[in-house]
């Protein structure tokens, strides 16, 4: 049986939200656009360039060319990309992949970092809420991620979200000269409660 996407979100989902930040600056969420793609780039490369928190290496890093044709295949696909903007930068990014298959598209891969400077502002929380809002109404089912076991504020953020430990590859990469298991952690959308 396949799935069907939904084109239109829920009348009561908000693609554009306003909000503060613990600081009180004026927070953007909203759908990322292709001008945004040289400045994801950029972005995650800083994030990239801590060797914590992402599963990329800089020479794998994607172009800005590259940023925009993935923002378009994954809303093509009936995914998420979105940008968390805070004075005009782009302070960080969640997304949602769906699965390729009939079988696997009531499922999203996501993914979400923050840019140094940006941290513990509540902008993790904000993307979360956005993130799992989009996924209900789009008619997601499941929302899937993997996560460095020593990112413990990351995972604790996911385990207040709902997440659940689904796994654990031992030893699965080696970060600053130490081996790091990899978290797999689930969230089933019909249990999720707040």
Do not use: C
């Not at 084109?7 to 930040?21: G, L, N, T, V």
């Not at 930068?89 to 140094?116: E, Q, Y």
């Not at 956005?130 to 997601?140: C, M, N, Q, S, V």
């Not at 430990?165 to 689930?186: A, F, N, S, W």
């Amino acid at each position: 049986m396949a799935i069907e996407i939904q084109s239109m979100p829920k009348a009561d989902f908000r693609e554009r939200r306003i909000q503060r930040a613990k600081d009180g600056r004026i927070v953007m969420i909203r759908p990322a656009v292709s001008g945004d793609a040289a400045e994801i780039a950029r972005r995650m490369a800083r994030v990239v360039k801590e060797g914590i928190y992402l599963e990329e290496e800089p020479d794998t890093l994607p172009t800005g060319q590259e940023k925009k044709e993935e923002i378009r295949k994954i809303r093509e696909n009936g995914g998420m990309y979105a940008v968390a903007v805070v004075g005009g930068t782009i302070a960080g990014v969640a997304l949602l992949k769906r699965g390729p298959l009939d079988m696997n598209r009531h499922v999203a891969k996501f993914r979400m970092w923050l840019i140094p400077g940006y941290r513990g502002l509540g902008l993790g929380k904000k993307l979360m809420e956005y993130t799992i809002d989009w996924a209900r109404a789009h008619g997601l089912e499941k929302i899937s991620l993997d996560v460095f076991a020593d990112n413990e504020r990351a995972i604790q953020l996911y385990k207040k979200y709902g997440f659940r430990v689904e796994g654990r590859l031992k030893g699965q990469y080696v970060l600053k000269g130490r081996p790091v298991d990899e978290i797999l952690m689930g969230l089933f959308l019909q249990d999720q409660t707040r």
